[in-house]
Structures are given as C-alpha cells and as structure tokens.
C-alpha cells in the first residue's frame, strides 16, 4: 500500500510558476506509474499528467502539454509536477495519484493524496 502526501501549492500570478511534490511512503513506490489530476469547483476531475516508474515515458493532458513536466526520483519517494505559464484556468486542487499501469484515465489508479490547492490569478 502506498500513502501519498502532496505539498507545493499556494497563489500564483499569471505566467507564473509553481512546483508539486507528492511524498510516497511504502517500500514498492518505485514500482507504480504515477499520476497528477486536478479538479476545480463543479468540473469533473482531470488528467494532467503520469510518469511510469522508471521515469522513461511520461504522458501528459492536452491543455498542460508543453507547460508542464513531471518527473519522480525513486530515491526520494518522490515525483514533481513542474507548472510553468500557469493561467487561471489552471486552479484548482491537485491531487497525485499511484497506478498499476500508465493511464490518463482516473479509474486505473488505486491510491490518492489529499490534494494540493492551487490558485493562479489573473
């Protein structure tokens, strides 16, 4: 079983950047693809990226491709979800997620953080 614990988030200007982090405790973390969703008030939740666990492929959401990247480091029980030219309708709460397979879709994935706020103003 993994815990994921995310920190990182707060207010942001537009343009702006911010770094997630998502803290994995459990000894088989570098085992499981991960993933990054958001959510915001009254929209379903949204993919936004994944990483399998070596950190060789990555796959991203078409409205963050270019803008922003995640990574992991295994050593550290660690991924990141690097948010560069954010934009308001980047708000939302983040929430970092681990699967058994790469997938964009939320069902495929077995354990969640308890999210992240992050607010971009314009």
């Known amino acids: 079983q993994v815990q994921l614990v995310e920190s990182g988030g707060g207010l942001v200007q537009a343009g702006g950047s911010l770094r997630l982090s998502c803290a994995a405790s459990?000894?088989?973390?570098?085992?499981?693809?991960m993933g990054w969703f958001r959510q915001a008030p009254g929209k379903d939740r949204e993919f936004v990226a994944a990483?399998?666990?070596?950190?060789?492929?990555?796959r991203y959401g078409d409205s963050v491709k270019g803008r922003f990247t995640i990574s992991r480091d295994n050593a550290k029980n660690t991924v990141y979800l690097q948010m560069n030219s954010l934009k308001p309708e980047d708000t939302a709460a983040y929430y970092c997620?681990?699967?058994?397979?790469?997938?964009?879709?939320?069902?495929?994935?077995?354990?969640w953080g308890q999210g992240t706020q992050v607010t971009v103003s314009s």
């Open positions: 990483i399998t666990w070596g950190g060789g492929t990555t």
């Open positions: 997620a681990a699967s058994t397979l790469l997938s964009d879709q939320a069902s495929d994935y077995r354990a």
């Open positions: 459990g000894r088989t973390f570098s085992r499981y693809p």
